[in-house]
């Protein structure tokens, strides 16, 4: 199963992924995680940290219901497909076109939307890293130069704003495209009177 | 290994396993009749060696002892000897003649005698006694047996052999029909201690009454002799068997093995007690009572199967009808079990009782297949047995139906029958009935509200129907079934769900390739499609629910499509998609007709709200200041409210990131896109806020400018905001404009008093009297006395002396007078009371002299009123005019001469006393100009009235006012103050970086930035460096006061930089002096500071 999600990422996205995982790794790699029991800490830089945690825990599931997503999404495109191919037999070839379209869109939103859960998994877990050393520097339990933790924050940060932005433009196409596609299908029904073939 | 090796290894295992499976040689048990000649042989010899022993041991005690064994194996020879009679005779009877028997028992006998004659008291008497008895019972000699017996009974009352001798008389009395003898014996027992024969007693006793016909007394002699057996048993621990008969508790055991004695007494009293039992006791409690009672699950059932042969032979229905239920339940396998069923049947049947049909039918059917499943019987007939039970079960079910169909409210029962039928369906799957039953079942299911099964069973029975017509009927069916049951699953089970929404979906898929016509079509896709919506596959659903939607535009399930479709959304908060689809809806071509338009749009309006909280939350999160959704969405809806909405929040989300440039051009957009908008005043004064809070004061200024454009209650305020600032930068011209628009604005309201004391106070730094009277007065109705205090003292010194009083009382009577007003109050009459004393003409007489004192006497003290009220700006005013007035007062106090009418000795005094009075005026204006120079080292005051006073010039009546600033030049900064800025928009309390943008300002040349900024960082904590700097800042703007109190405040906090720069400023000032006695005053302090040209040079 998880390999066909890696599939259906495609190896571009798995490559740029990587690179922007090691450049992450790279940056708080070196910072010692603190335990949320340390006594030295006070409670509020136990929760903190603890904070910190959650949120890595928190994208990575939210990484999971993405990739399960994108599969469902997969899924249910070759029956949309195979919707497709009945309407075009039927002489729908319109709406079967406008249907492809929106079986492509969805898999490539889902797709996207899965990258930027990667993205957020490696943003939270820069937090993570930033936090924790702040952390420490702040209680005299670790040196750290903070400076390129921040960076790497900050830029994680840039990036999933501006996957955010990519994908609402994406859901603003799909919005279009299946509006095209619901349009021409209702055409095609009245038109034809065939009302059975998405029900097959 | 080697292979020689191999194959002897080989060779060896052969030979061992040929061994092991050589066939095993039979050795079979020798004949009984064998067993019992070599025991004959063997007892004999024990017979031959007793003999021998009594021999041996005439006159011993243990004689009789060995003579009752002597006896005893006589007796057991005889046993062995009809024994072999019996086996020789092919156990045919047990009546035989056998001589050897007879003879050997009467020897025993002969011998038991022989001991009780020669040992009388010998204390195996009992014994030998019961022993006698019971050979000669064998013997047929009953009459000696009864007397044998008797004796014992009589002889031993505590042996415990009476009762068995008891029971056997009472036996033998039974038999015979002598029952009232029998019932004695029997009651000879029971009456005694209990013994094992205790419940076998009762029992007798039962039958005794039975064969009277008593059944009452016969059921209560049954139930105590189950209640003694047990009794005995649980007393000592035996199995559930007793011994009947003298052999029981026989020493020696001779007759303890004897086949066909032993009685179970709990078994039997209870399968006896049901004759009775069925006519003398309830129906009800039958199954209740026997099962309390039953030792044994076998015992029950044997009770049971009693009971309902006598319930059968009585007509009983309900009784047969419970008891056969309950022997198909418990009883083995056997073909009693057939006839049970039938019984059962024609029970249920004739008393109409379908109430438990169900089980029934799975008894009838469960007895059926286990019948089957034995050996014994012919093919043939197992299918007439298979047969007959079949159409039991049917008609039961069918029965129950009608009976449910006459009282549908009994669910109870439905649920019966429903039952009933799926047994049947399960035990008969290949029956010609099979699809009517499926369909009866359905039905019933149906009516039962239990959709979900009525739908399988519609649909099953449509995979079995034979033609089209009928098998579309039957997936119709069960399609409405599915569907009316989906709203139900959520109690069910997983498993249970996933199979009705397969099987509706099945259904559906096949009634739409068969043709439907489109309302039974509608009804099915919705059903199929909410499959989907009900399993939490909302992305199927969506897309099967629109195509409904738009395949049956304006019909009901369209519209329930429509609605199910936003709903999905909603469920997956996919708010964006609701918006869509409700809109595509809605919009043309879209399969919504008016009304559902009226019904979906606010469904889509709530979406789009929530769609927009949720993307102001993502923009003020931990991820916050991404505020290009919310500007898109702002976008997407120009125009309405929802877009005003999105632009506001943009810009709050921009504020709380310290966004300064998306700040200042969202609020502009606000502004520009809905200048109607309430929100735009708010949004314009907070945009000026934070304006000033990055000191770019200008924009500041515009700011709030227009912000009080577009606002009114707030108008005033605004307008003061931007004066202030517009003063702070030396535009006191503009301010005062402002402040009038302000008062003006405020009409006659409580906010109309902070406008009108800034317009005051602006116009008292002017330093026009006259402009500030013609201006104020209009206004000073209703005015604080801060308005009225400086009114009044302006009119004082323009000579308006009547006006001046009023106001300046009216400041004084003020109860919410603050120490200033009442102090500028003072300063006022005082004045008023100089320029009266100034312009006094003094009569030559005693009497005008007298006034002229009295006046400077009175005016003195309201200086020293006024300097007493504690305000750093008045008290060296107050002090500084006293010193003035001082001088004045005693130069004409000098002047004058004594009046012509005096003596020469009273000339001589008046003029002594002048003299005195000259001296003192001199001392008082010389005390009050010290007290005035003072402040500037006590308070830390260095306005202008200190600076004559330090100077000793005479201090100027309008020396009360605040010195206006220089005007503000224009100034870019370098863009390293963008960044400050920046900052300062996050923390505006950051004084660390006011102090780093003062500098820049101050070194660009725009020291009213700088000092407005510094001003900021003093009071945020900035220490005495920023109090240098803010004093360099102010001497560059022009504030000389502000200058001097920064730089002492800097001095006296232990600042070297600013003991040296407030010296070099007092030296700027004129005062060389002042500047010694400051770096006198203030000790040495810590290096470092910024120092104004010229300083730390003395």
Redesign the interface.
């Known amino acids: 199963m998880a390999g066909r999600t890696r599939h259906a990422v495609g190896p571009a996205l798995a490559a740029a992924l990587g690179l922007w995982a090691a450049l992450l790794a790279g940056c708080g790699g070196g910072v010692t995680m603190l335990r949320t029991d340390d006594p030295r800490l006070p409670v509020e830089a136990r929760r903190w940290v603890a904070d910190a945690e959650d949120g890595v825990l928190v994208a990575r599931a939210m990484r999971d219901r993405s990739a399960g997503r994108l599969e469902a999404t997969i899924e249910r495109s070759h029956e949309l497909g195979e919707e497709a191919d009945e309407l075009a037999q039927a002489g729908a070839g319109d709406a079967a076109e406008h249907l492809r379209q929106v079986a492509e869109a969805r898999v490539a939103l889902a797709r996207d939307e899965l990258r930027l859960a990667e993205t957020e998994v490696a943003m939270a877990e820069a937090r993570r890293a930033q936090i924790n050393a702040q952390t420490a520097v702040r209680h005299d339990l670790a040196v750290y130069e903070l400076e390129p933790l921040e960076r790497a924050t900050e830029a994680a940060l840039a990036e999933t704003r501006r996957q955010r932005a990519h994908l609402d433009q994406q859901r603003a196409d799909l919005a279009q495209l299946t509006s095209a596609w619901w349009e021409s299908y209702a055409r095609f029904t009245a038109q034809s009177g065939q009302r059975n073939l998405l029900w097959q | 290994m080697s292979s020689a090796r191999r194959i002897g290894a080989l060779l060896v295992a052969a030979t061992l396993l040929g061994a092991c499976a050589a066939p095993r040689q039979q050795v079979s048990d020798p004949p009984y009749v064998e067993q019992l000649r070599l025991r004959i042989t063997k007892v004999r010899g024990a017979i031959q060696e007793t003999r021998e022993a009594i021999a041996r041991s005439r006159g011993a005690a243990w004689l009789p002892e060995l003579y009752v064994r002597l006896a005893e194996l006589l007796s057991e020879e005889a046993r062995y000897h009809f024994e072999v009679a019996y086996e020789r005779e092919q156990r045919s009877s047990r009546v035989l003649h056998v001589p050897q028997v007879r003879f050997l028992k009467e020897q025993a006998i002969s011998v038991y005698r022989r001991v009780l004659a020669e040992h009388p008291d010998a204390a195996l008497a009992d014994r030998i006694l019961f022993n006698i008895g019971h050979e000669l019972r064998e013997l047929g000699r009953y009459d000696e047996m009864v007397a044998a017996l008797e004796e014992l009974s009589t002889r031993f009352p505590k042996s415990p052999l009476r009762a068995e001798a008891l029971l056997v008389l009472g036996d033998h009395a039974f038999d015979k029909g002598e029952l009232e003898t029998a019932e004695r014996r029997y009651q000879a027992i029971v009456s005694g201690p209990p013994t094992a024969v205790t419940g076998l007693a009762h029992y007798k006793l039962g039958w005794v009454w039975m064969n009277r016909a008593d059944c009452a007394k016969s059921l209560g002699a049954f139930e105590r002799a189950i209640d003694a057996a047990a009794a005995w048993q649980a007393a000592r621990g035996a199995s559930g068997t007793e011994r009947a008969g003298q052999g029981g508790v026989g020493v020696g055991g001779a007759a303890a093995e004897r086949p066909g004695q032993a009685i179970d007494v709990r078994r039997e009293a209870l399968v006896d007690l049901v004759y009775c039992y069925a006519t003398d006791r309830p129906v009800a409690e039958a199954l209740p009572y026997l099962r309390s009672r039953a030792a044994t699950r076998a015992a029950y059932v044997a009770a049971l199967e009693r009971l309902a042969s006598r319930y059968g032979v009585l007509d009983e229905a309900k009784g047969s009808a419970a008891v056969t239920r309950e022997l198909l339940r418990l009883g083995p396998t056997a073909p009693e079990r057939l006839d049970d069923a039938r019984q059962l049947y024609g029970a249920v049947t004739k008393a109409g009782l379908y109430d438990r049909v169900g089980e029934d039918v799975g008894l009838i059917t469960t007895a059926l297949r286990r019948q089957l499943q034995r050996v014994e019987g012919s093919e043939e007939m197992r299918q007439l047995t298979r047969k007959e039970l079949e159409l039991y079960a049917r008609d039961l079910a069918t029965r129950a139906q009608a009976a449910f169909q006459r009282r549908p409210q009994d669910t109870a029962l439905g649920a019966q029958v429903a039952k009933a039928y799926a047994v049947w369906l399960d035990a008969f799957p290949q029956a010609g009935e099979r699809v009517a039953i499926l369909l009866n079942l359905a039905d019933v299911l149906a009516e039962l509200g239990r959709h979900e099964e009525a739908g399988l069973r519609y649909a099953e029975a449509a995979q079995v129907s034979v033609d089209d017509a009928s098998r579309k009927d039957r997936l119709y069916d069960a399609v409405v079934e599915f569907q009316a049951s989906l709203g139900g699953l959520a109690g069910r089970s997983h498993t249970d769900r996933v199979v009705v929404r397969a099987a509706m979906r099945r259904s559906?898929?096949q009634l739409?390739?068969m043709g439907l016509e489109p309302d039974k079509?509608r009804v099915t896709?919705l059903g199929?499609a909410q499959t989907w919506y009900d399993s939490g596959d909302y992305?199927?659903a969506i897309?099967?629910l629109?195509?409904l939607a738009?395949?049956?535009p304006g019909t009901k399930e369209g519209r329930a499509a429509v609605h199910l479709v936003l709903d999905s959304f909603n469920t997956l908060n996919d708010y964006?998609?609701l918006i869509?689809a409700g809109r595509?809806f809605m919009?043309p071509?879209g399969?919504a007709d008016d009304a559902l338009r009226r019904e979906i749009l606010p469904i889509v309006t709530a979406a789009e709200n929530r769609r927009l909280d949720e993307v102001s939350l993502a923009a003020a999160g931990?991820?916050g200041g991404?505020l290009?959704?919310l500007e898109?969405f702002a976008e997407r809806y120009q125009g309405t409210d929802l877009g005003e909405r999105a632009l506001l929040n943009a810009f709050v989300a921009a504020r709380a990131v310290g966004d300064r440039k998306r700040l200042y051009e969202l609020g502009e957009e606000l502004a520009r896109s809905y200048p109607k908008s309430e929100q735009v005043p708010g949004i314009l004064g907070s945009l000026g806020k934070q304006a000033v809070a990055t000191f770019e004061l200008d924009r500041a200024v515009g700011l709030f400018e227009k912000a009080a454009a577009g606002a009114t209650e707030q108008r005033p305020r605004l307008l003061v905001a931007a004066g202030e600032l517009l003063e702070a930068t030396g535009q006191t011209q503009r301010a005062l404009d402002l402040y009038g628009r302000a008062v003006a604005a405020a009409g006659e309201t409580a906010a109309r008093q902070q406008p009108l004391e800034r317009l005051a106070r602006a116009l008292e730094i002017l330093g026009d009297d006259r402009r500030l009277v013609s201006t104020l007065a209009p206004l000073s109705g209703g005015a604080s006395a801060d308005v009225l205090a400086r009114l009044g003292l302006a009119q004082a010194r323009i000579g308006r002396v009547d006006d001046a009083e009023r106001n300046l009382g009216a400041a004084l009577a003020a109860p919410d007078a603050t120490a200033e007003a009442k102090a500028r109050a003072h300063l006022g009459s005082a004045e008023t009371l100089a320029r009266a004393l100034e312009g006094y003409e003094v009569a030559g007489d005693l009497e005008g002299i007298q006034e002229l004192v009295t006046l400077i006497d009175v005016t003195e003290q309201a200086y020293l009123q006024a300097a007493r009220q504690g305000s750093a700006l008045v008290t060296p005013v107050a002090l500084g005019r006293l010193a003035a007035m001082a001088g004045t007062a005693a130069a004409r106090v000098s002047r004058l001469q004594p009046p012509g009418d005096l003596s020469a000795a009273d000339a001589e005094a008046f003029r002594q006393g002048l003299a005195r009075r000259v001296d003192a005026l001199g001392a008082t204006g010389r005390d009050a100009l010290q007290a005035c120079a003072e402040q500037a080292w006590t308070g830390r005051v260095f306005n202008e009235a200190v600076r004559s006073c330090l100077a000793g010039r005479p201090v100027s009546a309008d020396a009360v006012r605040a010195e206006g600033l220089r005007p503000r030049a224009s100034v870019t900064l370098p863009p390293a103050a963008e960044e400050l800025r920046g900052r300062l928009a996050k923390n505006p309390e950051d004084a660390e970086t006011l102090v780093a943008l003062a500098s820049l300002a101050l070194d660009a040349g725009d020291p009213h930035l700088a000092r407005v900024a510094l001003a900021r960082a003093v009071a945020q904590g900035g220490g005495p460096e920023a109090q240098n700097l803010l004093g360099i800042a102010s001497l560059d703007a022009g504030d000389l006061t502000g200058a001097l109190e920064a730089f002492a405040d800097a001095a006296d906090a232990g600042l070297e930089a600013g003991r040296q720069n407030l010296a070099a400023a007092l030296r700027g000032a004129g005062l060389a002096e002042a500047a010694q006695k400051a770096l006198e005053r203030f000790a040495a302090g810590k290096p470092g500071g910024r120092l104004l040209p010229g300083a730390g040079g003395s």
């Open positions: 559906g898929e739409l390739a079509a896709k199929m992305d199927r897309d099967q629109t195509a738009y395949e049956y964006e998609g869509a595509r919009g071509g399969p931990a991820e991404d290009d959704s898109q």
